[in-house]
Nanobody, 115 residues
């Protein structure tokens, strides 16, 4: 089992920045990748960014150049640095961890981009 605790969401104006954190505990040795999904109002959940245990990362076209995913292995924590935020980035952001093909999820954190 893997437990994930997210933090860092909130309200920000367009053009602003936020950093989300996701701390993993439990069977962390089994995690092959971690990342972030989001689900906006009336939308399906979509992948935002992912980073493997080896450090390879990828992100959705909608956030490329604005969002950066990183990890601190010593802290078992993954970060999502979000810059140049747009109203369409408004969503609940969910952290996930892939362990032997099973996805474990965090509770979600709300990000609202509005003036």
């Amino acid at each position: 089992q893997v437990q994930l605790v997210e933090s860092g969401g909130g309200l920000v104006q367009p053009g602003g920045s936020l950093r989300l954190s996701c701390a993993a505990s439990g069977s962390i040795f089994s995690i092959s990748a971690m990342g972030w999904y989001r689900q906006g109002p009336g939308k399906q959940r979509e992948l935002v960014a992912v980073i493997t245990s080896g450090g390879t990362s990828n992100s959705a076209n909608a956030v490329k150049g604005r969002f950066t995913i990183s990890r601190d292995n010593a802290k078992n924590t993954v970060y999502l640095q979000m810059n140049s935020l747009k109203p369409e980035d408004t969503a609940v952001y969910y952290c996930y961890a892939d362990s032997h093909g099973v996805h474990f999820w965090g509770q979600g954190t709300q990000v609202t981009v509005s003036s």
